[in-house]
């Protein structure tokens, strides 16, 4: 029997495990695929601040900020602390970022037009400034969940974590109203408490335990360029368009211009957004808007090509916010997930205040505003 039983191996779960682990209860994460076969496998690894709106989530970006570099300094991990650059196409839209910035109250600098070249040579003229954020980074997502996993499974004492792979969860284990386990493809399994990290598959687990959760897949694409022989692209760029685009409510499709560099030379682009259920078909109009908005951004990339494109769900919440707690509809089962794409970025925050949580701790923020009890 394990103290607690992790739903999912993608970052979330892993980062969950990992602390529980740390805070030296006995672990067991389960999921009917791979380590970060699900959402983490198709994220391009956000760590941010800058597209947060002032308040919880952010409380929550900032904690998790700090979580990751302390981890990287452990080392393992693909975490690059390169900064973010926020661009605006026009006066107005630089006000807003300004005025955005300074109610965020974190590390910013205001950049004019005069010195966007600065910070990177290859954009586009004709922009009107931009923000950049110092603590925005970015790390390898599948790489740093199968890290936590190992780190956890490898430093906190013989068998404190274990991983299970290949086993569908397929109903809850019960104590009158309390759950004691999870019922699988491959046998019962005995916890002290679950906590439900199946991503975008979130919903459907709580489902299960007979409680529902809003989470829905919001469907996003990425291109992927060739590795390219010198670096063209120093920190993650994105428009302003693409902070209105995480906070909006809209099933249809949105796009915004998002790029960044990675340590093996290719580019990645992003980003898009839609609420077509699971469908995995891959759109060419989308290709073509995503290439034609990078392009816009950096008319370097115009001569270089694009060797892949992939796509990969969202956990979207209504209220964009992440479910993290205990369910009081149902003692012993908690959430993480709901994270929409920031689950990478929020991961180790998640992780460490549940595992306080847990442990009987005074948690470092107050998860109310993440309660799943918001939506009984």
Request: glycine share 14%; charged share 20%.
């Amino acid at each position: 029997m394990s103290d607690v039983i992790v739903i999912g191996a993608g970052v979330v779960g892993a980062a969950c495990a990992y602390y529980a682990a740390a805070a030296g209860l006995d672990v067991t994460v389960l999921d009917r695929g791979p380590v970060a076969g699900g959402t983490t496998g198709a994220g391009e690894g956000n760590v941010l601040v800058s597209d947060k709106e002032p308040g919880p989530e952010l409380d929550l970006a900032l904690l998790s900020n700090r979580l990751w570099r302390e981890l990287a300094g452990h080392g393992g991990f693909e975490f690059e602390p390169k900064g973010g650059l926020v661009v605006a196409e026009s006066g107005e839209v630089q006000r807003r970022l300004v005025e955005l910035a300074d109610k965020q109250g974190v590390e910013h600098t205001v950049v004019p037009d005069s010195a966007l070249h600065d910070y990177e040579p290859h954009l586009a003229d004709g922009l009107a400034g931009g923000v950049f954020y110092p603590q925005d980074a970015q790390v390898q997502p599948m790489l740093a969940a199968a890290r936590l996993i190992r780190q956890g499974a490898d430093s906190f004492g013989h068998g404190a974590l274990r991983l299970r792979t290949g086993v569908t969860v397929t109903g809850f284990m019960r104590s009158g109203e309390r759950v004691t386990g999870v019922r699988t493809d491959h046998g019962d399994i005995l916890g002290g408490s679950v906590i439900n990290a199946a991503g975008t598959w979130g919903g459907q687990i709580a489902a299960m335990a007979g409680v529902e959760l809003p989470i829905l897949p919001r469907r996003g694409f990425i291109l992927v360029t060739e590795p390219l022989r010198e670096p063209l692209i120093r920190h993650k760029v994105y428009t302003a368009a693409y902070v209105t685009n995480v906070a909006s409510d809209s099933a249809d499709l949105e796009t915004s211009a998002v790029v960044e560099g990675t340590p093996a030379g290719t580019v990645l682009i992003g980003a898009s957004r839609e609420r077509v259920g699971f469908d995995t078909t891959t759109s060419i109009p989308v290709l073509r808007t995503l290439a034609a908005q990078a392009t816009a951004l950096f008319p370097v990339l115009r001569d270089r090509r694009v060797i892949r494109s992939y796509c990969g769900f969202r956990p979207y919440c209504p209220d964009h916010l992440p479910v993290i707690g205990q369910d009081p509809r149902v003692p012993g089962l908690l959430h993480a997930c709901g994270h929409e794409g920031a689950g990478i970025g929020l991961a180790p925050a998640t992780g460490h205040l549940l595992a306080q949580l847990l442990s009987g701790e005074r948690t470092a923020l107050d998860l109310d505003p993440f309660s799943p009890g918001r939506f009984a």
